[in-house]
T-cell receptor
Framework: LAKTTQPISMDSYEGQEVNITCSHN???????ITWYQQFPSQGPRFIIQ?????VTNEVASLFIPADRKSSTLSLPRVSLSDTAVYYC??????????WGAGTKLIIKP | NAGVTQTPKFRVLKTGQSMTLLCAQD?????MYWYRQDPGMGLRLIHY???????AKGEVPDGYNVSRLKKQNFLLGLESAAPSQTSVYFC????????????FGPGTRLTVT
């Protein structure tokens, strides 16, 4: 079974760039790595996904090294509304869905 | 377009009681999922469905059953509730497999006493 590791919590300030890294081993070689955001009392919401190298959308970037043993979610110029829990999601080599335990991000004014 | 809805939002059960959680999606998605989320933890997949009439076990299927008689609905049943099943239950759907964006419902908070 794949194992994922994320920092439990992080603090930052408005306007800063925040990078959250998820380590994952034994993941499927041909599938995406996905990140979700969750606010209290809500279901998770898709942010971004990638297979390798770098992906960017209107809210975030995702960096995945060639060995795919980690991925880094980058949030540019965060605001107070980015305070949430962020999860990585991978498939393991046995095609089981594995969610990270989540990183609680707190943005301060 | 309601997206994914879940019924009920809250429920309290006594040990040994049974109940069914209903999930409905109006996006014509093939895949549907049931997860549980315990305090301070990530999501764990209970069961999922790859299409009408098909279901499969996830990471933590014991004590739960599911049915997908209609494409838009996915039911999660607890036959004999236990305190260990106290959790928040989320339903999700995706157009195709889990690598596609999953759309989540608002959750059902279940307490078993």
């Amino acid at each position: 079974l794949a194992k994922t590791t994320q920092p439990i919590s992080m603090d930052s300030y408005e306007g800063q760039e925040v990078n959250i890294t998820c380590s994952h081993n034994n993941i499927a070689t041909n599938d995406y790595i996905t990140w979700y955001q969750q606010f209290p009392s809500q279901g998770p919401r898709f942010i971004i996904q990638g297979y390798k190298t770098k992906v960017t959308n209107e809210v975030a970037s995702l960096f995945i090294p060639a060995d795919r043993k980690s991925s880094t979610l980058s949030l540019p110029r965060v605001s107070l509304s980015d305070t949430a829990v962020y999860y990585c999601l991978v498939w393991d080599s046995n095609y089981q869905l594995i969610w990270g335990a989540g990183t609680k991000l707190i943005i301060k004014p | 377009n309601a997206g994914v809805t879940q019924t009920p939002k809250f429920r309290v059960l006594k040990t040994g009681q049974s109940m069914t959680l209903l999930c409905a999606q109006d996006m014509n998605h093939e895949y549907m999922y049931w997860y549980r989320q315990d305090p301070g933890m990530g999501l764990r997949l209970i069961h999922y469905s790859v299409g009408e009439g098909t279901t499969a076990k996830g990471e933590v299927p014991d004590g739960y059953n599911v049915s997908r008689l209609k494409k838009q609905n996915f039911l999660l049943g607890l036959e004999s509730a236990a305190p260990s099943q106290t959790s928040v239950y989320f339903c999700a759907s995706s157009l195709a497999g889990p690598s596609y964006e999953q759309y989540f419902g608002p959750g059902t908070r279940l307490t078993v006493t």
